[in-house]
């Protein structure tokens, strides 16, 4: 297939370049940042400001499909508007390409923030763990507000076309560059700090994976559904820290094994087949401390997100 993949530079972006190239797909890859104007190497990069309507439209054409990664990733770095907006317009141009130059499937980024309790204006938490496709959905922030809206404009799209698509909500995403940064005083704190998505994390490699899985499956409309590691990154009960930090504010449903992720992937499982496979424990020690083998990996630039950073400079 031939693969469109916006926000190509950022890690979500670079994995997934990595893994589409492994599979053979034939990959462009598209983000803001300046092209290195030199022979190209194993994939096409095109620069372009996916909020100008005329730059999408004239990247998207020619793809079978199209990975839509391209977005401020976060709520804390920018002004609100310029989030919303940035987010929210760069989904309806690529949505609106996608439909009119007939490609067949579209897999978008969402977020785990959706719900809201990630950054609420006024607190509330998630009123059942593991947290699914079917809890309620009241989102305060901006960024939370121009990922739900994209996944509402994916349905509109699949009701009066002929495109398909998938909306993934990944929870937090580690690699080996920032896993011990972000992950390693979680494990160090074992489950005495509070978290709104229960200690939910999941490796870039699984949501490539997942990206990967949701593109090429022949699903009709366009499904949500959740991407989270198998494990939670504190590495204890997650039934025990719920109780310990909400009490019985929070519903415990059934999980699969004691340190389960807060977040359920059955969803996923269930329609495409997929399963996390990795661990925090692939990367880090029990004190939280990156282990020698990603570190060699890091230290050499060969990790799947620098190799997918390599294939479009």
């Known amino acids: 297939m031939r693969i469109l993949v916006t926000g190509a530079r950022g890690k979500v972006g670079a994995a997934t370049v990595d893994r589409l190239l492994q599979d053979g797909h034939e990959v462009t890859a598209v983000d803001i940042a300046p092209a290195v104007n030199e022979r190209a190497r194993e994939v096409i990069y095109v620069q372009a400001d996916l909020t100008d309507a005329g730059h999408v439209a004239a990247v998207v054409p020619g793809h079978d499909g199209v990975v839509h990664a391209g977005a401020i990733p976060g709520p804390r770095h920018n002004p609100q508007h310029v989030i919303f907006q940035n987010n929210l317009m760069a989904t309806y141009h690529v949505i609106e390409a996608a439909e009119r130059s007939g490609v067949r499937r579209l897999v978008h980024l969402s977020s785990e923030t959706v719900p809201g309790f990630s950054y609420p204006r006024r607190y509330f938490h998630a009123d059942y763990a593991p947290i699914d496709e079917e809890h309620r959905v009241r989102p305060h922030d901006a960024y939370a507000m121009s990922k739900w809206f994209g996944e509402e404009l994916m349905d509109a799209s699949v009701q009066r076309s002929d495109l ?132 060699g990996l890091l230290t050499a630039g060969e990790t799947g997100v620098q190799r997918g950073w390599r294939a479009m400079s």
């Open 164 to 295: 398909t698509g998938v909306s993934v909500r990944p929870t937090w995403l580690q690699w080996e560059g920032n896993v011990e940064r972000n992950v390693g005083p979680i494990v160090r704190a074992q489950g005495t700090d509070k978290s709104a998505s229960f200690w939910s994390y999941v490796s870039v490699y699984d949501l490539a994976d997942l990206i990967v899985a949701a593109l090429t499956a022949d699903l009709p409309g366009h499904e949500v559904v959740y991407c989270a590691a198998a494990d939670n990154a504190a590495g204890r009960p997650l039934h025990d820290m719920v109780r310990r930090h909400f009490v019985d504010e929070v519903e415990l449903r059934p999980v699969d094994r004691p340190d389960a992720s807060g977040i359920s992937t059955a969803k996923a499982a269930r329609l495409f087949g997929w399963k996390p496979r990795r661990s925090w424990r692939d990367m880090l020690d029990e004190g939280g401390r990156l282990l020698p083998e990603p570190q």
